[in-house]
């Protein structure tokens, strides 16, 4: 036990207080005989007199006029106000801004200040604001801070602004789908230059007969395949609702389906509409996982636990009047979130439908309505975009692993500088389960995926990674292509198979190096391990004792991502992690003095010489097969008779196969 000291302190009035109010030799529980305190204690009396003669604090008050307010009442302290629907307008209009501050127990206003959420707009040394401001597309939450002389200050209420876009949504038409819309109209559908599309408006989507909402489509005939990536959803009120729809007309009590992403209870989640029949209720259901579970909103549901994670794709198949929902991590494998595809069927499906983006408000929720804004990129119908994909382009070497790249879970960004593993001081790229990066499609040449191992940690337990190359096949559907194990005090493997000796030992890092070979479908795996390792150095020496090993790929394939992915143990660490192409397209190129010509099929190569006047005086002439690699000298000029000489790789039709080389 501690010993603690007591303390005791004694309330006294203040002497000059007992004498001002003739207080005498009073006890403080007396009780006060006459005046304005009297039937009162004495004590009771000092602390009524002390909170009668403190300061009261003088903030301004604010009365915003416009924009829209949350307000019952259409005036307020005398001023008209609008209470009218919060305001939308397009990116070519101006908002006007009007707000009024009134100073109090004689004060005076010294600033008025703009602000767009926390971000200051503008400062006015004014007691009112009257401008018209220009917003960028999107919601706006502004408010308005006035200052008296005594430094005290009042923060007005808020006026939200809704501002759309102007653009067209590139290959989209957009409308409202019913009648009556809380922002009756006011539907829109925009395209930025990033590829992102933005879809506005109102109305309700539920399980009744028809729709309200705003819509962004087009006509689609036939079967088709519909990926869109969701970028971000309304969040403003539960059971908002935006995702794929097909319908089978513009009115509102269509059949339908949707795939909807949305806000409720406990969290975002991801569900379907049908309705079946014209003018008939709708029914929603939700997503199952891989035990037949339905994963539905609820005490247990937590986004943010790996089986509740939210995807970043939706995608709705049509095969005849079979109609297949399914979302995804990566936009590949529909099958890689915990919620699996499901299928419905809509007899009689018309041929030809609407297909696009339908986006809610959530009309008749909230006591003051609200407009919606949701966006989407990555749109695809069929594999047709309206932009180009977004996937990494190759090359690309990974040293800062920019996790807007990588997708999985337990995926960090590891920052060592300061706390070194095994020598490495740099950027890591670390994953508790699994670690995935897209690239463009590959499927020609010769294409290397290399990258820096470590297994860190605790000795005692025993667990392994997976090195996978995954690709496309004819069907669209994601495989591997090739996988390798590693797994602690075993020799590294293809499958089932060791490559070499090398067994993997904890704390020391390893160069894995897997490259295929499109022209021949085999694929060679290297594993070395490093020597000395310091990546803010730029040291990296390599031992020569690795291992190597063959296998076959189906070259068929498209090459589409990488994949790490870790099976129990320890944390596992990658660093510069790469992928590159080799011989994937026709090419002439100078190298050290020389001319590599390479050809992605039978071809000629035409060298050709130039005077000084640019006339042609001889031409040499040279077969090459396809997917030959030849090696020439350069062209020698003569001075006074060659002045410049190019190089030309021609197929069999005379077409170019790739830009000349000219020496000069």
Not at 78 to 83: I, Y
Not at 213 to 229: L, N, P, R, T, W
Not at 579 to 606: C, H, L, P, Q, T
Request: with cysteine; glycine share 6%; aromatic share 10%.
């Amino acid at each position: 036990m501690i010993p603690t000291e007591e303390i005791h302190r004694t309330f006294e009035i203040p002497e000059d207080w007992k004498a001002e109010n003739n207080m005498g030799s009073a006890s403080e529980t007396d009780i006060v005989e006459n005046g304005k305190y009297k039937g009162y204690t004495w004590i009771e009396a000092y602390v009524n007199d002390w909170t009668a003669k403190a300061s009261k604090p003088a903030n301004p008050e604010i009365v915003v006029m416009s924009p829209a307010i949350a307000s019952v009442n259409k005036t307020v302290n005398g001023l008209t106000v609008n209470n009218g629907n919060w305001t939308v307008v397009e990116d070519t209009e101006t908002v006007n801004y009007h707000a009024a501050a009134t100073p109090v127990q004689g004060t005076e206003i010294t600033k008025f200040e703009l602000y767009d959420k926390n971000q200051l707009l503008k400062t006015y040394n004014s007691a009112e604001i009257n401008d018209d401001i220009s917003l960028e597309p999107g919601v706006h939450h502004l408010t308005s801070r006035a200052y008296n002389s005594n430094g005290e200050k009042t923060q007005s209420t808020t006026a939200i602004v809704y501002v759309v876009g102007t653009a067209e949504p590139g290959s989209f038409s957009y409308t409202q789908i019913g009648k009556n819309c809380s922002f009756n109209n006011l539907a829109s559908a925009t395209m930025d230059n990033n590829g992102v599309y933005t879809i506005s408006g109102s109305g309700q989507i539920t399980t009744n007969s028809s729709d309200k909402c705003a819509y962004m489509y087009k006509e689609v005939k036939g079967d088709f395949d519909i990926i869109v990536k969701v970028k971000e959803i309304p969040k403003f009120e539960n059971k908002q609702v935006s995702g794929i729809m097909l319908r089978e007309s513009l009115e509102p009590n269509s059949r339908m389906l949707m795939l909807a992403d949305g806000w409720e209870k406990y969290g975002e989640n991801v569900s379907v509409f049908v309705r079946n029949k014209a003018g008939s209720s709708s029914t929603r259901s939700y997503f199952k996982n891989a035990s037949g579970s339905e994963l539905v909103n609820g005490d247990k549901y937590d986004t943010g636990a790996a089986e509740y994670h939210l995807p970043k794709y939706l995608r709705m198949k049509r095969s005849g009047d079979k109609l297949t929902m399914s979302v995804s991590d990566s936009g590949i494998d529909f099958t890689d979130n915990p919620r699996q595809p499901m299928s419905f069927t809509i007899d009689g499906l018309s041929d030809t439908v609407y297909l696009g983006i339908a986006n809610d408000s959530a009309q008749g929720t909230s006591v003051k309505e609200y407009y919606s804004m949701a966006k989407y990129s990555d749109i695809s119908i069929n594999g047709v975009s309206d932009v180009q994909s977004q996937s990494s382009e190759v090359p690309f070497l990974d040293e800062e692993f920019d996790l807007n790249n990588w997708y999985g879970e337990y995926v960090f960004n590891d920052d060592k500088r300061s706390e070194p593993i095994s020598g490495n001081s740099g950027y890591l790229l670390s994953t508790w389960s699994n670690a995935n990066r897209n690239f463009t499609a590959q499927s020609k040449g010769i294409v290397t995926a290399s990258f820096d191992f470590l297994e860190y940690g605790d000795n005692n337990k025993i667990g392994s990674a997976e090195f996978i190359l995954r690709g496309t096949n004819a069907d669209n559907e994601l495989k591997e292509m090739i996988k390798v194990i590693a797994e602690r005090d075993q020799t590294f493997k293809i499958g089932d198979k060791s490559i070499g000796d090398l067994v993997l030992d904890m704390d020391v890092w390893y160069n894995v190096s897997i490259e295929l070979n499109f022209f021949t479908g085999k694929a060679k795996v290297s594993v070395y391990p490093y020597t000395e390792y310091d990546s803010a150095e730029g040291k990296y020496i390599i031992s020569e004792n690795g291992a190597e090993a063959e296998t076959d790929f189906d070259k068929s394939y498209l090459l589409r991502g990488i994949r790490f992915v870790r099976n129990g143990g320890t944390m596992k660490y990658y660093d510069n992690v790469s992928v590159s192409a080799e011989r994937n397209e026709s090419y002439v190129k100078e190298n050290n003095g020389k001319m590599d010509v390479f050809a992605m099929e039978d071809a000629k190569i035409y060298v050709a010489w130039y005077d000084k006047d640019g006339v042609l005086i001889n031409v040499e002439t040279y077969d090459i097969t396809q997917n030959e690699e030849m090696e020439f000298d350069l062209p020698k000029l003569t001075n006074g008779v060659s002045e410049k000489a190019e190089v030309f790789l021609w197929n069999n039709n005379q077409e170019p196969l790739c830009e000349q080389l000219t020496v000069e």
